[in-house]
């Protein structure tokens, strides 16, 4: 179906803050992550398993992750390192700009 649905939520990961709008569209969520405060590598393997087991419960296919850390006010170089070592292609996309995504099939 082409149904469309946004959540947008900020949350604690354990000492991090995320900024994150959740979006399904069809058979596919889409993550957009906006802002990380805090925490190291292992919050964003956390969510990854997290947001995982939800899109399975749902029905969902694939995961699409939206990152938005080349382009926040901030810039993490070790972030961004990590993305690209987890296989996040780094690309001008036309809705959102220059960010960091990944499909993840369930």
Not at 20 to 26: M, P, Q
Not at 51 to 58: H, I
Not at 84 to 90: I, K, M
């Amino acid at each position: 179906s082409g149904s469309r649905s946004e959540v947008a939520t900020a949350f604690h990961i354990g000492s991090a803050v995320m900024l994150a709008e959740f979006e399904a569209r069809g058979r596919s969520l889409v993550v957009n992550l906006a802002q990380i405060d805090g925490g190291g590598e292992g919050v964003l393997l956390h969510l990854w398993k997290l947001v995982g087991r939800w899109a399975r419960r749902r029905g969902d296919t694939s995961i699409r992750w939206n990152v938005f850390a080349a382009t926040c006010a901030d810039p993490n170089p070790r972030l961004q390192a990590f993305l690209r070592a987890h296989a996040f292609d780094e690309i001008d996309d036309p809705e959102h700009g220059h960010i960091f995504t990944r499909t993840t099939e369930l």
